[in-house]
């Protein structure tokens, strides 16, 4: 690879930073005594304890999936801390009563807790390793009926709503790492939208991991009623270590009829060092289920960051009419590995999914792409769109599409482009002998390739997730 | 045209290079002044397109003895974008794909990066959709070709004009064309002859790199260069274009020998 290339992947994480601060952290190990103590600390009722011992017994009896297109040693999962929580006062009544380092750590990383200084229209939970710190905007949603929470305070506010759709999209069985997670989670977002209302404002959690040799799995649910819309995005960051963390989240989306649930992801979890030692394990079940008619669940996803990803954001597609969408951006360099994709599981009638993905791969890391459509044999007149477009950067990293189609019903009209490019000294050559130096020209080329994608994107995060490629693929020149 | 009052634009002494560790280019010297149109000629092979690339920069090229004065400035001195910047402009013999990125928003950056250099106006999108289709008419394009992605799915013809356009939106001091004529037909030839015509002028220069004469039916050379095995072996008027074009190009080489015999 020529140095001009490489320079541009050489580029400093800019996240990599530890807060200094108090912390509860939980002994390393898991058993059942260890999903006990968590549902003690967060007070949980009696079927939610339940929940979580029947997720641990069905997850003993799982093996690690090992199909993924990644490598990496086997992680012991009795090495890492279940539980993880800044010390704090038991109950904050205002943002003026959270740790003040832990403010300054949130505004360092750019995202502002004061309401007052807040995004103008963005509501944002903030996880901090496993627990949620701050939500602001609260009160100003609940006048049209949204909860916007954390998923402990739901688990005690709003049991009954936790309590029915709980597991309903993610059964606890599910896969080795959901298991895990409805074992073990301690925290994460809660959002219901009440039937009618369209949600006035971006809703937004950002993730942080602190604490080293913790794992982070966070639990979202986000229900949307009749008619009801949403939009909401997560933002992820963590420091740099060199041992490796593990972040299991599930994240279950429900739409009924008419229902409209947008879910934006830029996900930069630290991603080790140019040598692959250190980064976030990032181990994610994100599934949707369009369950009424004319419902639209909508994934838009930025993943840069992570050592090795494993990720497929899905939707079912059970309602007449109903809409899946995917539009997917993943990069990798160093050493990193992603093998992401989605899942449209078609069983209403007309049913219809899109799924954009767009791939680039730099140094010696490894991209792939593994989707699945499936058309039941209910779904007459179901529709797929997909393309998946790979780039590479230099000349060591590698790409892969693993594209599964299965139709069974006849009136079903499936299509699939997939296309692989590579930004090569010629065209950077070509840019430069019209003037154009090398970091403009990258910065160009990856935002025309990504541009489908990041025009599904909030206005805000769209210019975010543009400078997040940047950075990650640019570097001083020279 | 030959100017009295012409200035020295580029001035190459005793160049050498090589790729992949091969020396294509041995000793050659070259002279252009502003206002002309020189044409270099030669077989396969010869080092014309190397000669192209090593003006312009090109990584893949090492110079290994010689010197390049642009404007009586070492060109070595200066990263490719700089040459750019600077005046230098080379109109590719393959023109490359740029899938995803729209044509407008290429030429826009390429435009407004040369302008900040000489310290001109920088257009917006808008100032700059005038003023690019003002230019494209020059060359018979439509505006189509705006919105498609550089290059992509554009034929031979459609990139050579793309490449002529570029030479119009930046006003070079030095164009370099490389093989500008070939895969073009008689029409779209007509039209990019046309074009590079219009744009020459007093201040600036042309060199043509070229296999045929056809193309100096419409761009008149001042000088006519046959280039052999890495060096300018002989210079003539446009007349030496025809003579080459009838009796090839083996006589210009046997001539040289027997030159260099009798030094």
């Given at each position: 690879m020529s140095e001009v290339?490489?320079?541009?992947?050489?580029?400093p994480y800019?996240?990599?930073f530890?807060?200094d601060?108090?912390s509860?952290?939980?002994p390393?190990?898991?058993?059942e005594?260890?999903?006990?103590?968590i549902?003690?600390?967060?007070n949980?009722?009696e079927?939610?304890?339940e929940f979580?011992?029947?997720?641990y017994?069905?997850?003993?009896k799982?093996?690690?999936?090992?199909w993924?297109?990644?490598?990496?040693?086997?992680?012991d999962?009795?090495?890492?801390s279940?539980?993880?929580?800044?010390k704090?006062k038991p109950?904050?009544?205002s943002?003026?009563?959270?740790?003040p380092?832990?403010l300054r750590?949130?505004?360092?990383?750019?995202?502002?807790?004061h309401e007052?200084?807040?995004l103008?229209?963005v509501?944002?939970?903030?996880?901090?390793d496993s627990?949620?710190?701050?939500?602001t905007?609260?009160?100003?949603?609940?006048?049209?009926?949204?909860?916007?929470?954390?998923?402990?305070?739901a688990?005690l506010?709003h049991?009954?709503?936790?309590?029915?759709y709980l597991g309903?999209?993610?059964?606890t069985?599910?896969?080795?790492?959901?298991?895990?997670?409805?074992?073990?989670?301690t925290?994460?977002?809660?959002?219901y939208?009440?039937?009618?209302?369209?949600?006035p404002?971006e809703?937004?959690?950002?993730?942080?991991?602190?604490?080293?040799?913790?794992?982070?799995?966070?639990?979202?649910?986000i229900?949307?009623?009749?008619?009801?819309?949403?939009?909401?995005?997560?933002g992820c960051?963590?420091?740099?270590?060199?041992s490796?963390?593990?972040?299991?989240?599930?994240?279950?989306?429900?739409?009924?009829d008419?229902?409209?649930i947008?879910?934006?992801?830029?996900?930069?979890?630290?991603?080790g060092?140019?040598?692959?030692v250190?980064?976030v394990?990032?181990?994610?079940?994100?599934?949707?289920?369009?369950?009424?008619?004319?419902s639209?669940?909508?994934w838009t996803q930025?993943?840069?960051?992570s050592?090795?990803?494993?990720k497929?954001?899905s939707?079912?597609?059970?309602g007449?009419?109903?809409?899946?969408e995917?539009?997917?951006?993943?990069?990798?360099?160093?050493?990193?590995?992603a093998?992401?994709?989605?899942?449209?599981?078609h069983?209403?009638?007309?049913?219809?999914s899109t799924?954009v993905?767009?791939?680039?791969?730099?140094g010696?890391s490894?991209?792939s792409?593994?989707?699945?459509v499936?058309?039941?044999?209910?779904a007459a007149?179901a529709?797929?769109?997909?393309?998946?477009?790979?780039m590479?950067?230099?000349?060591?990293?590698?790409?892969?599409?693993?594209p599964?189609i299965?139709?069974?019903?006849?009136?079903?009209q499936?299509?699939?482009e997939?296309?692989?490019?590579?930004?090569?000294?010629?065209?950077?050559?070509y840019?430069?002998?019209?003037?154009v130096?090398a970091?403009a020209?990258?910065?160009m080329?990856i935002n025309?390739f990504?541009?489908d994608?990041?025009?599904?994107?909030?206005?805000?995060?769209?210019v975010?997730?543009t400078q997040?490629?940047g950075l990650?693929?640019?570097?001083?020149?020279? | 045209?030959?100017y009295?009052?012409?200035?020295?634009?580029?001035?190459?002494?005793g160049?050498?290079a090589?790729?992949?560790?091969?020396?294509?280019?041995?000793?050659?010297?070259?002279?252009?002044k502003?206002?002309?149109?020189h044409a270099?000629m030669?077989?396969?092979?010869?080092?014309?397109?190397?000669?192209a690339?090593?003006?312009?920069g090109?990584t893949?090229?090492e110079?290994?003895?010689?010197?390049?004065?642009?404007?009586?400035?070492n060109l070595f001195?200066?990263?490719?974008?700089?040459?750019?910047?600077?005046?230098?402009?080379?109109?590719?013999?393959?023109?490359?794909?740029i899938?995803?990125?729209?044509?407008?928003?290429f030429?826009r950056?390429?435009?407004?990066?040369?302008?900040a250099?000489?310290?001109?106006?920088?257009?917006d999108p808008l100032?700059?959709d005038?003023?690019?289709?003002e230019?494209m008419?020059?060359?018979?394009?439509?505006p189509?070709?705006?919105d498609?992605s550089?290059?992509e799915?554009?034929?031979?013809g459609?990139?050579?004009?793309?490449?002529?356009l570029?030479?119009?939106?930046?006003?070079?001091?030095?164009a370099?064309?490389?093989?500008?004529?070939?895969?073009?037909?008689?029409?779209?030839?007509r039209?990019?002859s046309?074009?590079?015509?219009q744009?020459?002028?007093?201040?600036?220069?042309?060199?043509l790199?070229?296999?045929y004469q056809r193309l100096?039916?419409y761009?008149?050379?001042?000088?006519v260069?046959v280039?052999q095995?890495g060096?300018?072996?002989?210079?003539?008027d446009k007349?030496?274009?025809?003579?080459l074009?009838?009796?090839?190009?083996?006589?210009?080489?046997?001539?040289?020998q027997?030159t260099?015999?009798t030094?």
């Amino acid at each position: 690879m020529s140095e001009v290339l490489q320079n541009f992947v050489d580029q400093p994480y800019k996240h990599g930073f530890v807060t200094d601060i108090e912390s509860d952290v939980a002994p390393k190990g898991l058993d059942e005594g260890t999903i006990r103590m968590i549902s003690a600390k967060k007070n949980e009722p009696e079927w939610l304890l339940e929940f979580r011992l029947k997720s641990y017994q069905a997850w003993l009896k799982m093996e690690e999936p090992a199909w993924a297109n990644v490598h990496y040693p086997k992680i012991d999962l009795q090495a890492i801390s279940y539980y993880a929580a800044p010390k704090q006062k038991p109950k904050l009544n205002s943002m003026d009563e959270v740790d003040p380092e832990l403010l300054r750590t949130f505004e360092k990383l750019g995202v502002p807790l004061h309401e007052r200084m807040a995004l103008a229209g963005v509501a944002v939970d903030v996880v901090f390793d496993s627990v949620s710190v701050a939500t602001t905007y609260k009160a100003k949603l609940a006048e049209v009926g949204i909860i916007f929470c954390s998923m402990s305070e739901a688990v005690l506010e709003h049991p009954e709503l936790v309590q029915k759709y709980l597991g309903t999209v993610v059964p606890t069985g599910d896969n080795f790492y959901a298991a895990l997670n409805s074992a073990v989670f301690t925290d994460g977002s809660f959002c219901y939208i009440p039937k009618g209302v369209k949600c006035p404002m971006e809703l937004s959690t950002y993730f942080r991991i602190n604490t080293e040799e913790t794992g982070q799995f966070e639990r979202t649910l986000i229900i949307a009623e009749e008619g009801a819309s949403v939009s909401y995005l997560e933002g992820c960051t963590a420091p740099a270590f060199s041992s490796n963390q593990l972040h299991a989240a599930v994240v279950e989306l429900v739409a009924l009829d008419n229902a409209d649930i947008k879910y934006s992801t830029v996900q930069n979890w630290y991603a080790g060092d140019e040598n692959g030692v250190g980064g976030v394990y990032n181990f994610v079940t994100k599934r949707g289920m369009a369950k009424g008619v004319n419902s639209r669940i909508s994934w838009t996803q930025v993943e840069t960051g992570s050592a090795v990803t494993w990720k497929y954001p899905s939707v079912i597609l059970r309602g007449d009419n109903s809409v899946g969408e995917f539009y997917s951006v993943a990069v990798t360099n160093h050493l990193q590995q992603a093998d992401t994709g989605t899942k449209m599981i078609h069983l209403g009638k007309n049913t219809r999914s899109t799924i954009v993905s767009k791939g680039i791969s730099a140094g010696r890391s490894n991209n792939s792409y593994r989707g699945l459509v499936r058309i039941a044999p209910t779904a007459a007149g179901a529709r797929n769109y997909s393309q998946c477009d790979s780039m590479l950067i230099g000349d060591q990293s590698g790409a892969n599409t693993f594209p599964y189609i299965q139709v069974r019903n006849n009136t079903a009209q499936v299509e699939h482009e997939a296309s692989t490019s590579k930004i090569g000294e010629d065209q950077l050559f070509y840019f430069a002998q019209r003037g154009v130096d090398a970091e403009a020209a990258v910065s160009m080329i990856i935002n025309g390739f990504c541009k489908d994608v990041f025009k599904q994107l909030p206005m805000e995060f769209a210019v975010e997730a543009t400078q997040l490629l940047g950075l990650k693929l640019e570097g001083s020149v020279g | 045209m030959i100017y009295q009052d012409s200035k020295t634009i580029l001035e190459v002494r005793g160049l050498s290079a090589t790729v992949n560790g091969i020396e294509i280019l041995k000793g050659l010297d070259f002279t252009v002044k502003s206002g002309e149109v020189h044409a270099i000629m030669g077989p396969n092979g010869s080092g014309k397109s190397t000669f192209a690339k090593v003006l312009a920069g090109h990584t893949a090229y090492e110079v290994t003895a010689g010197s390049v004065l642009f404007e009586g400035k070492n060109l070595f001195e200066l990263a490719p974008e700089e040459r750019a910047r600077a005046g230098v402009f080379l109109a590719f013999q393959y023109p490359i794909e740029i899938p995803g990125v729209a044509n407008s928003q290429f030429l826009r950056l390429s435009y407004n990066t040369v302008q900040a250099q000489r310290g001109k106006e920088e257009l917006d999108p808008l100032e700059f959709d005038d003023f690019v289709r003002e230019k494209m008419k020059l060359l018979q394009m439509s505006p189509e070709f705006l919105d498609r992605s550089v290059n992509e799915g554009f034929s031979g013809g459609e990139k050579k004009r793309n490449e002529i356009l570029q030479m119009a939106l930046l006003d070079p001091r030095l164009a370099i064309l490389d093989e500008t004529d070939s895969g073009l037909d008689i029409d779209a030839l007509r039209i990019v002859s046309q074009g590079v015509n219009q744009l020459a002028n007093k201040d600036n220069a042309i060199v043509l790199v070229t296999h045929y004469q056809r193309l100096l039916n419409y761009i008149v050379p001042d000088f006519v260069h046959v280039m052999q095995a890495g060096r300018i072996i002989k210079t003539g008027d446009k007349d030496l274009a025809l003579e080459l074009e009838s009796r090839g190009y083996d006589w210009v080489g046997a001539e040289h020998q027997a030159t260099m015999a009798t030094v």
